[in-house]
Structures are given as C-alpha cells and as structure tokens.
T-cell receptor, first 113, second 115 residues
Framework: QKEVEQDPGPLSVPEGAIVSLNCTYSNSAFQYFMWYRQYSRKGPELLMY????GNKEDGRFTAQVDKSSKYISLFIRDSQPSDSATYLCAMSGAGGSARQLTFGSGTQLTVLP | GAVVSQHPSWVICKSGTSVKIECRSL??????MFWYRQFPKQSLMLMAT?????????EQGVEKDKFLINHASLTLSTLTVTSAHPEDSSFYICSASGAAQETQYFGPGTRLLVL
C-alpha cells in the first residue's frame, strides 16, 4: 500500500463546475499538507499549504484536511479552462529528512470551455 | 515571493558529454534543496537532498557518481549529469526550502535530451 493514495483521474468537467480532488494517507505522523498544480512541461506550483485539520480558503481554492480520517481534499470553485493541469497532493513532517515530501500520483484535470 | 529558477530550461547533448543544471532561489535563502526526476505522466521521483555546505544525500538506486550535486551557497545548487546517455533523458526539477519553511518551492524544470 502506498503511503499516499490519490485518485488518478483523468477528470473532465465543464467550465464553472466545482471540482473535488482527494488524497488519503496511511501515516498518521504527517503534519503538513500541500497541493501543487503542474502544467505540462513545467515545475509544480504551490497552491495551498496547511498543517491543521479544517478548511483553508484562498480565492477559488479550498483545502480541507481531516486528520482523524487521514483524508485531504482540494476544492476548486467556478473552474476555468486555465485550471486544466495535473494536481499533486503532498505531505511532510513524518520524520526522516526534514521537509522531504511524499507525493500522491497526481490527478489530471481538464476544464472544458 | 519564494521564486526558484532553473537554467537551462532545455538542453540537447551528445552521448558521453556532461551537462550541468543550475537551480537558484531568487528571493529567499534555501537551506535545503532537492532534485527530482520526472518521466512522462508520472509523479516526481526524488533523486537527492542537499543542505548548504554539506554532501548531498542520495535516494536508493541513484548513482552519486553519475549525478553530481553541489550546494555551495544558500541560493545555488547544481546538478551535473556526467557521461550522459540516452537513458538519462528526462525532465529534471529542483526545489528549495528555507529555514522556516516546511514546504518546497519548485523550479520550472529542465528538459534533457541525450542523443
């Protein structure tokens, strides 16, 4: 079993839809949770970063963490074609090398105009 | 803030030559830098972790004599692919993390093609 499981998609939605991206994890020692967006042939871009259970909102993006269920989500409201990318969840803080990230496999999202 | 650059963005070289990729943190001091490799439609694979002024720590299966990493300053790390071969062709991405940061900021990546 992988430490971090992410729905691989691909996911295709119409413009304006609400998108839900999810990851589950098995290591309860993870303390920090991130979502990255990666466009084709580019490096990942940090979208959201949180370290506690609950919701964190930034514009059209909401990150949700439920440590008791070992489950994190990223919601995108009013999705736009420019949101089409691969979304990676990542976690850290479980010991070992400081700040080393454990990634999900990524979900490819396409927002259709 | 938290901008990381990489140079070059792409490189084509002949088999047997060495290629150096630079990674710079532009607006913060990167106490730790990471080098990743990514194959098409796959997630990032960590190659090595380097702390400024120390030797890099390589992940299992990554040849340290093949992939030389230098982290000589708080804003610069380099990855040198020595005696490159076609199987080294890939997308290489660096990331950086500052002393008070628990996350990583990624560079735009370097696409290497070895002929």
């Amino acid at each position: 079993q992988k430490e971090v499981e992410q729905d691989p998609g691909p996911l295709s939605v119409p413009e304006g839809a609400i998108v839900s991206l999810n990851c589950t994890y098995s290591n309860s020692a993870f303390q920090y949770f991130m979502w990255y967006r990666q466009y084709s042939r580019k490096g990942p871009e940090l979208l959201m970063y949180t370290y506690s259970s609950g919701n964190k909102e930034d514009g059209r993006f909401t990150a949700q963490v439920d440590k008791s269920s070992k489950y994190i989500s990223l919601f995108i409201r009013d999705s736009q074609p420019s949101d089409s990318a691969t979304y990676l969840c990542a976690m850290s803080g479980a010991g070992g090398s400081a700040r080393q990230l454990t990634f999900g496999s990524g979900t490819q999202l396409t927002v259709l105009p | 803030g938290a901008v990381v650059s990489q140079h070059p963005s792409w490189v084509i070289c002949k088999s047997g030559t060495s290629v150096k990729i630079e990674c710079r943190s532009l607006d913060f001091q990167a106490t730790t830098m990471f080098w990743y490799r990514q194959f098409p439609k796959q997630s990032l694979m960590l190659m090595a972790t380097s702390n400024e002024g120390s030797k890099a720590t390589y992940e299992q299966g990554v040849e340290k004599d093949k992939f030389l990493i230098n982290h000589a300053s708080l804003t610069l790390s380099t990855l040198t692919v020595t005696s490159a071969h076609p199987e080294d062709s890939s997308f290489y991405i660096c990331s950086a993390s500052g002393a008070a940061q628990e996350t990583q900021y990624f560079g735009p990546g370097t696409r290497l093609l070895v002929l």
